[in-house]
C-alpha cells in the first residue's frame, strides 16, 4: 500500500549552525600527508573510528577518534580486503562496508578494519527486455538486503544516450535485483558522442539529475530533485523519502532563490566541450549543443546521509561561501551552515563535523569540527 505523501515546505529560516576547527586527522604525519589526493568518503563507526576513502590512490585509512592514524585498512589491490575502483562506502551498526565498481563485489569490515567478508556481485549477462542489466548498490539495509540502481541495457552508454531512466531497487547484498520501487531520470547527466570506434562522453558540469542517497540504519532512500527552475518565482528542491518496498514515507518541498549561472563558468564549459570534441567529425554548431547549460545553477549539488541519519544538501557552487541545508529523518529543515566553497562536509553526527578541506595546490586533508547549534 503506497502511502500517502505530504508536501511542506519551511514555514522560516532554518537555525544557523556554526562549525569549530578542531584538529585535522593525521595531521604532521609523512605517511598520510602523501597518501591523500582525492578524498571520496569519510565515515565513523560506532566506536568512534574515522576511516577515509581515497579514490586516486585506492585506499582505506583507519583513524582513531582524536584524529591518530592507526593503519591501512585497504589498499590497491585485488586480493581480500583490496579495492581497484571504489564505488560507495558506509557504516551500517558496527559493520563498514565498501564496494568494488571493477571487481564487482562487497567487501565487510569491523569497526576496527579486519574484514569479515567478500560478496561478489550478482553477474547478470543477459536479461529479460526491462530488467536491470547491471546493478550498483547505494547502501545496505538492516534487514540484509540493499538499494541499488540499475540500468536496464548491458551497455551503459546506451542508456545515457537514449534516457532510459535508472531503476531504484530493493536487492540482495550481491546486488541481485529482488523488487523495484521506483526510476530515477538520468536526464542532463551525461552526453555521448560517437565518432566511428571512438567514443566521448561529456560529464556536465551543471547537471540537475536526481541524487538518491540512502540511510541503511533508516531503512529508506532518499531522492532529492533538484531540477533547475524555468520560473524563478516557483522554483523548489524536492526531497522524497522511500522506504524499501517502494512507499513513500513523505515529500518536502522546499523554496529557494535561483542564481543565475555566471558567463564565465557557462564559457568555461563550452571551452571544455570544445576541446574534448577537437578533430572530431561534430561540426561546430552541433558540439555546442552537447553542454548542458541551464539559465540558472542546479539548487543542490551534493548530498549525503550522516552518521545521525540527518540529510546534508550542499547548494549551488561558484561563490567563494556555500550553504548546507540539513534535513532529519522527518523532513524538517533543522539547520543551515555556511562554509568555504574549498570545504565539503563528507560525515556528521550530533556533536562533529567531519569535512575535507583543500589547499591553494588542490591537496585535501580531513578535518574534525565541533558542531554548535542555535
Known sequence: ????????????????????????????????????????????????NVFVADARSRQVRMFDRDGRHRKLVMRDGRGPGDVTNLGEMGVLADTLWTTDLNLRRLTQLTQNGEVVRTIPFDQRSKG???????????????????IGLGETRHIIFESYERGIPHLLLRT???????????????????????????MILTIQRFSDAPLVRVDGNGARAYVVDRTVSANAKAAVVTVTAIKPNGDTLWTRTLPYPP?????????????????????TSLKQRDREKLAFIPPHRPPVSEAIVSADGNLWLRREEGQAQVEYWVLNRQGVLIGSIVLPRTTSVMEANGAHVWGV????????RVVRFSVRRQ
Open 1 to 48: 500500500m503506497i502511502a500517502s505523501p505530504f508536501s511542506e515546505g519551511p514555514s522560516q529560516p532554518a537555525p544557523r549552525w556554526a562549525l569549530t576547527r578542531e584538529f585535522v586527522l593525521g595531521e604532521g604525519d609523512p605517511e598520510v600527508e602523501a597518501a591523500f589526493s582525492k578524498i571520496k568518503a569519510v565515515r565513523v563507526s560506532p566506536n568512534g
Open 128 to 146: 529479460a527486455v526491462g530488467e536491470p542489466a547491471s546493478v550498483a548498490l547505494a547502501g545496505l539495509l538492516p534487514n540484509g538486503e540493499a
Open 172 to 198: 540482495s547484498r550481491s546486488a541481485k535485483a529482488l523488487d523495484t520501487i521506483g526510476s530515477v531520470s538520468i536526464k542532463n547527466r551525461v552526453t555521448i558522442f560517437r565518432d566511428g570506434p571512438s
Open 259 to 279: 542564481r543565475r549561472i555566471e558567463k564565465s563558468a557557462a564559457d568555461s564549459f563550452r571551452r571544455e566541450v570544445e576541446r574534448a570534441h577537437a578533430g
Open 357 to 364: 578541506e583543500t589547499d591553494a595546490d588542490d591537496v585535501p
